[in-house]
């Protein structure tokens, strides 16, 4: 079971935390200006550093295909990292699903954490544990000034990221709330944007919602923030999607039917298209009376993520093919049969 299969309470609404903690070793310049030389010194330090944890080292220069697939597929590398001939590496946590560590990426040591739900505390003790790791066992670069430094002047500080992956379409649909929650992101020193962006797409109902400030806050004021944003973004999205189910019951209702049979029916779905009809499904799942879908929150979830975190959809990015569209379908049917491989 893959780490963001796990149910929480607040998984209809939040569906994956994640938590970033940056690191780099003293007397290094960043990845971006070593040559292999220092790539090649750097990783065995981190490794030799990491020897009495569970991690298990894997070079990003030597996976094949399908170990690539299941790295991308479990969020823990993007496509630019994974086919990265540059020296390279991640650890894994043999332990813990939701856990790995990128060596020479944009830092020297990239820590994430992920959880299913919103609970950022857990997550971030889960990242903090193997900073600490690092931080006794080499010599980690550190300002008493600025404190940990990073190669992007945006994290220093804490060099501590959270995020959260939302799934809003209640607030998407509902004037000015949007507008609403972004204000109060503002005063917390976050952001929200949209996953996907670009010409003709309207809506496709996910956020991230990450931290901006690093800098002159502590780990727990990060935290702490990061709770207060998240209950407003979860109260408001819920109060909207009640909101809307109230005043268009029947359209929601219409919808939402229409929607299932497209997805447990279609021969040919491209992914906004199916992040949208799921839209519909959040808004209706819990509400409709006498489902007769028999669809529940971890199929829904469970159906997002695939279809954001589609390896093939990495293949001639931005393309649409009728094989693509095809596979896509398919895959959607037998989850929705409870047919799939997981």
């Known amino acids: 079971m893959a780490w963001y299969e796990r149910q929480t309470d607040d998984t209809d609404v939040v569906l994956a935390t994640r938590v970033t903690v940056s690191r780099n070793v003293k ?21 030799q550093a990491a020897g009495g944890s569970d991690l298990t080292f894997i ?5 094949d295909d399908n170990a690539k697939k299941d790295l ?3 969020y823990f590398v993007d496509k630019r990292f994974a086919d990265s001939n540059d020296k390279k590496g991640i650890l894994i946590s043999g332990k813990d699903d939701g856990l790995c560590v990128l060596i020479n990426d944009d830092d020297h040591i990239k820590i994430n954490a992920f959880s299913s739900g919103g609970n950022v505390r857990e997550t971030f003790k889960r ?13 980690i670069a550190f300002s008493d000034k600025f404190g940990f430094l990073t190669s992007d002047i945006r994290n220093i500080g804490t060099a501590l990221k959270v995020s959260f992956l939302i799934a809003a379409p209640g607030v998407e649909m509902t004037n000015n709330a949007f507008a609403v ?13 949209p996953v996907i962006t670009g010409a003709g797409i309207k809506q496709n109902g996910l956020y991230i919602m ?8 502590t780990e727990l004021e990060v935290l702490k923030r990061a709770e207060s944003i998240l209950k407003d973004m979860v109260t408001l999205e819920r109060s909207c999607r009640d909101a809307i189910f109230k005043k268009k019951k029947l359209i929601v209702e219409d919808q939402y039917y229409r929607s299932y049979a497209v997805l447990r029916h279609a021969r040919l779905m491209e992914s906004t298209d199916a992040l949208n009809f799921l839209n519909w499904l959040r808004l209706g799942l819990g509400r409709v009376e006498n489902d007769e879908t028999g669809i529940d929150w971890k199929t ?10 589609d390896y093939s959809d990495t293949e001639d990015k931005g393309m649409r093919t009728p ?20």
Request: no cysteine; net charge neutral; charged share 35%.
């Open 27 to 47: 007397g290094f310049s960043f990845p971006v200006k070593m040559n292999d030389g220092e790539k090649e010194n750097v990783m065995g330090m981190i490794r």
């Open 59 to 63: 070079r990003t220069d030597e996976t």
């Open 72 to 74: 991308y597929e479990k």
């Open 127 to 139: 990242a903090d544990d193997v900073a600490q790791i690092f931080e006794k066992n080499m010599d």
């Open 181 to 193: 929650i972004s204000e109060r992101a503002d005063k917390y020193d976050w952001q929200i944007t």
């Open 210 to 217: 990450t931290n901006i400030a690093t800098l002159g806050v």
């Open 300 to 309: 829904v979830n469970y159906l997002t993520h695939r279809i954001r975190r």
């Open 323 to 342: 094989g693509k569209a095809q596979n896509r379908a398919t895959k959607i049917r037998e989850i929705l049969k409870g047919d799939d491989e997981r």
